[in-house]
């Protein structure tokens, strides 16, 4: 009841604002990208002012969070830690128990974000063209679509035209689209309207594009680290308006796919996290870009997301579908330019390279890309367990309830629990393969696969209002 009131006052508020900023909102369509390398624009603009703040107003008194709705609202949910609260899903079902599954035109790996009853995913054309579709995320249903037409531009055999998962804060949506002449960040409304555009200029790799950017505070944030010397940088912009806050220039070696998150704690200032194989672990300050701390670089690329646990940031490199180094560091041990090395990791077959790790209380789950799952020690690194469990894996495993979720490329959602003993293994079809994450809202599990979106309602014991 709640939920439903909180939908009707916001419609209201938001019919009040689409009054007033009715003078002009053109649509965006297919189109064929210009461009204009270093410099936003801002497509949308306004022509009463009082009526702009009215409005504005309005519609920040009635935006006040649903308590029992979850949001999914970047790569592996709320600052990237793969974990959910929901309850009532279950650990093993047939193709008939998914509530609704819907076909994805091209190919895409980004995982889906969701917002309220909107749910976002990208897919890619052979011939290059790129498509953000909003989706209802309780029937599946499209309800727009915009696409841009870019060049083709040679992949690795387990990327896409749609690798980056794009970010969203209620009020907008933020896609990457790129090939080697032009990378485009661009925001539009939750209704379709494109918002601004920057161009962060080429975008020269072996593999193709696939870091995805993140929302924090009144920031769009995004890593460009790329091969090419003098381009790597780490970009800030303006959420509303596409201007560039800050930026950061980063060394270049080869192409990172590794997301950045924020690292918030009690009596400490936030930290920006990030990671690249040749700065390897860094830490800034997400207000002004500042570099706070770093590390020795990576042996080799990392694709991997750092996670945090125990006091401690863990991250991987690798090559060739295999993890070959990790690295735990303490960010609070820094001497004011370098961070302390705990230990280290180098077991080719118990470290991840593609899949993003999971930490819950003492421990992390390291899902690796050949089959295997290594119980870990966050504090000391020490194996608690380890256990093959069949199929290659490209996606990153997410918590719910207790129980890691992750699909496997050959199309099985594989279950296990996450405690310090293996107590076993489920596996469920999806129906295709995947190199995806899953991603959950509205009471809901999201799996995404080469060609299509299966969604998996929670049961009884799902969180209430869901």
Same mark, same amino acid.
């Given at each position: 009841m709640q939920h439903r009131l909180k939908q009707r006052i916001m419609a209201l508020c938001e019919s009040v604002l689409a009054i007033c900023l009715a003078d002009s909102r053109p649509r965006q369509s297919t189109h064929r990208s210009t461009r204009t390398h270093g410099r936003a624009i801002f497509s949308n603009g306004v022509s009463t002012l009082p009526s702009v703040i009215a409005a504005a107003l309005i519609l920040a008194a009635?935006?006040?969070?649903?308590?029992?709705?979850?949001?999914?609202?970047?790569?592996?949910?709320t600052n990237g830690t793969g974990v959910?609260?929901?309850? &009532? *899903?279950?650990?093993?079902?047939?193709? @008939?128990?998914?509530?609704?599954? =819907?076909?994805?035109?091209g190919i895409g790996h980004a995982s889906p974000v969701v917002w309220d009853d909107a749910l976002f995913i990208t897919t890619g054309d052979e011939d290059g063209l790129r498509t953000l579709y909003r989706l209802d995320a309780s029937t599946g249903e499209q309800v727009w679509?915009?696409?841009?037409?870019l060049d083709t531009n040679h992949l690795h055999v387990k990327n896409s035209y749609a690798s980056s998962t794009p970010a969203v804060d209620g009020e907008r949506v933020y896609v990457i689209h790129a090939d080697f002449d032009q990378q485009w960040v661009i925001a539009y409304t939750m209704d379709g309207e494109e918002v601004w555009r920057y161009d962060v200029g080429p975008f020269v790799c072996q593999h193709?594009?696939?870091?995805?950017?993140?929302?924090?505070?009144?920031?769009?944030?995004?890593?460009?680290?790329?091969?090419?010397? &003098? *381009?790597?940088?780490?970009?800030?912009? @303006?959420?509303?308006?596409?201007? =560039?806050?800050?930026?950061?220039?980063?060394?270049?070696?080869?192409?990172?796919?590794?997301?950045?998150?924020v690292l918030e704690r009690a009596d400490h200032d936030p930290q920006l996290i990030c990671l690249s194989g040749v700065s390897g672990l860094t830490g800034y300050d997400p207000e002004t870009g500042e570099e706070l701390w770093t590390t020795p670089e990576m042996p080799l690329r990392t694709v991997a997301?750092?996670?945090?646990?125990?006091?401690?940031i863990l991250a991987s490199c690798g090559s060739g579908g295999i993890g070959k180094y990790l690295m735990a560091v303490d960010p609070d041990a820094a001497d004011g330019t370098a961070a302390t090395l705990k230990y280290e990791r180098l077991q080719a077959e118990t470290l991840n390279y593609v899949p993003t790790p999971i930490v819950l209380g003492e421990y992390v789950y390291l899902w690796c890309d050949r089959g295997m799952i290594c119980c870990v020690e966050m504090a000391t690194g020490r194996t608690a367990w380890k256990e093959r469990i069949g199929g290659n894996y490209s996606g990153s495993?997410?918590?719910?309830?207790?129980?890691?979720?992750?699909?496997?490329?050959?199309g099985e959602v594989v279950v296990v629990e996450a405690s310090p003993e293996f107590t076993g293994q489920k596996s469920s079809?999806?129906?295709?393969?995947?190199?995806?994450?899953?991603?959950?809202?509205?009471?809901?599990v999201y799996f995404r696969g080469f060609d299509r979106l299966a969604c998996l309602k929670a049961g009884p014991q799902a969180a209430a209002g869901n």
């Open positions: 009635c935006h006040q969070p649903a308590a029992q709705a979850e949001n999914w609202p970047r790569f592996r949910g959910s609260d929901l309850s &009532g *899903v279950p650990t093993e079902w047939t193709e @008939d128990d998914y509530e609704w599954v =819907v076909s994805l035109p679509s915009r696409s841009e037409r193709g594009q696939g870091v995805s950017p993140i929302v924090y505070n009144e920031t769009l944030i995004v890593a460009n680290d790329q091969r090419e010397p &003098g *381009v790597s940088s780490l970009l800030a912009f @303006d959420r509303r308006t596409g201007d =560039v806050i800050w930026q950061s220039p980063r060394e270049s070696r080869e192409v990172s796919y590794s997301t950045p998150f997301c750092p996670v945090y646990g125990n006091g401690l495993p997410i918590l719910i309830d207790g129980y890691l979720y992750c699909m496997s490329e050959e079809p999806l129906g295709v393969g995947s190199h995806s994450t899953p991603a959950v809202g509205n009471g809901r």
